[in-house]
């Protein structure tokens, strides 16, 4: 092996070096993010940067975590005019030729895919010059980017057993999706050890406990993701006044930056203490410790999360997503016994408002949900990935044996 070869390689000369791409939505962004704290308790020394975008929530992110972001040009194509799809295309290209100029400049010994349209040019680039790549697929229908791209990644870990189906002859492994620690008991333990600290915050919630008996009362969740879910938010809004004539309840809601003044509005005659609204929600397994019940779409992730910490959630789908795979999800845990779904377009206020009371009288079904969901989760996800990750890139933090190769 050159010495130009033998210094690309994860071993003595350096430490190990990961580019995790993926971005958009934080779907996409904190699987990314759970596998790079897992590689770092591994390789404590282990160097993981990030390829996204500018616009997506991944320039927020990853930098907040404290690891590095290139940004390259991307966009997406599939249901989309002639104008957005040459927009694609110039996209696609500049974001290969700076990918390149990336991977010739830091070599990394592996990559990771985990959704969204930048991880197509980067795992392209990755490709051109010989390096080992693998996909992450949070849910059981995949996104058209992880289609793509699987014929070139020698590992696809999936969140589902159900999306091994649509990656004939690659090498799957049913991992279920890597959750950050802040979601696991070990997470919880540290959270339960701050919260006399945090409950002398007046602007935060009191801390997390068990489902409350009857007659306390009862933390309701309401969030619809990075944007928010104008569904929820109107639902919201028209449940109000239901939700204020019931004082056991206490609400947290994220609506998306564009109508927290108009959800916060609907809630402005609440007593104090009873109603929090926030825009984002940065510290979301804070959020889920302290709920009762959750109300959300029923994204892998969102999933995920709540299966992590044991939440009961009524899940609104997102109906617009790629081959409807939300209602899919969601159907799957309302199998499970870990929540129930309410369709779109059925989820006005009264519909919302009925079924959170349904949930409020009968305790030991949340009970019996949170357990259901918390039998779904898979907490070892991320470790196991970063594990698989370490051996693609040569093993063990010893050097790899293949070299370099441009073509």
Known sequence: MSARTSGSKAGPERPLRVLIAGGGTG????????????????RPHCDVRFAGTSSGLESLLVPRAGYRLYRLPASGFRGLGMGARLRFVVNFVLGVVRGLQLLMAWRPDVLLGTGGYVSAPA?????????????QEQNAIPGSANRLLARWSRRIYLGFAAAAEHF???????????????????GERAAAGAA????????????????????????????????????????ACQAAARWRDRPELAIWLQTGPAERDEVAAAFADFPAGRVRVDAYLFDMPEALRWADLAVCRAGAMTLAELSALGKPAVLVPFPH????????????????????????????????????AALAADRRKLETMGEAAAARGAPDAARRIAEDLIRLAGGNGAAAEETDHVP
């Open 27 to 42: 779907g996409h962004v904190y699987p990314g993010l759970a596998v790079a704290e897992a590689l770092r308790e591994l």
């Open 168 to 186: 004939p002859g690659r090498d799957c492994q049913v991992t279920g999706n890597p959750v950050r620690a802040a979601f696991t008991a070990r």
């Open 196 to 235: 006399g600290e945090k409950a002398t915050d007046p602007s935060l919630p009191p801390p997390a406990g068990q489902v409350s008996p009857p007659g306390r009362e009862l933390r309701l969740l309401v969030f619809g993701g990075s944007r928010g879910a104008r569904t929820l938010n109107r639902a």
């Open 321 to 356: 997503a790629t081959d409807d795979h939300q209602l899919k999800n969601g159907r799957d845990c309302e199998a499970a016994g870990a929540a129930v779904v309410l369709e779109d377009a059925a989820c006005d206020g009264p519909a919302l408002a009925d079924a959170v």
């Open 123 to 135: 795992l392209t680039a990755a490709r051109l010059l010989g390096r080992p790549c693998a996909l």
